[in-house]
């Protein structure tokens, strides 16, 4: 059974940065692309992040120079690191394994407010 638990996200000031976590298990991690997507209030859930088994990385326009995803294949964990934030960025953030498309864990909250 596939299960996603994310953490980290918080309230935080335009500029600052956050730190998300995301912890898995049911799958073969080390095989699996991650990704993480966010979803805003009154908006389709949209991809941010992107990182396959051999670490390689893809960003959406308004992630790249402030996002960065990251895997530990260890913890069976990937992250988001995110820098430089702004209130457009406030959000639910959710992980995914995208050979399992379905499967989405709770999500964490992002504010961005001052």
């Known amino acids: 059974q596939v299960q996603l638990v994310e953490s980290g996200g918080g309230l935080v000031q335009p500029g600052g940065s956050l730190k998300l976590s995301c912890e898995t298990s049911?799958?073969?991690?080390?095989?699996?692309?991650m990704a993480w997507y966010r979803q805003a209030p009154g908006k389709v859930r949209e991809l941010v992040a992107s990182i396959t088994g051999r670490l390689r990385t893809t960003y959406a326009d308004f992630a790249k120079g402030r996002f960065t995803i990251s895997r530990d294949n260890g913890r069976k964990a990937v992250y988001l690191e995110m820098d430089n934030l702004k209130p457009e960025d406030t959000a639910v953030y959710y992980c995914?394994?995208?050979?399992?498309?379905?499967?989405w864990g709770q999500g964490t909250q992002v504010t961005v407010s001052s």
């Open positions: 049911g799958f073969i991690f080390v095989l699996e692309p």
């Open positions: 995914r394994a995208e050979s399992y498309v379905l499967n």
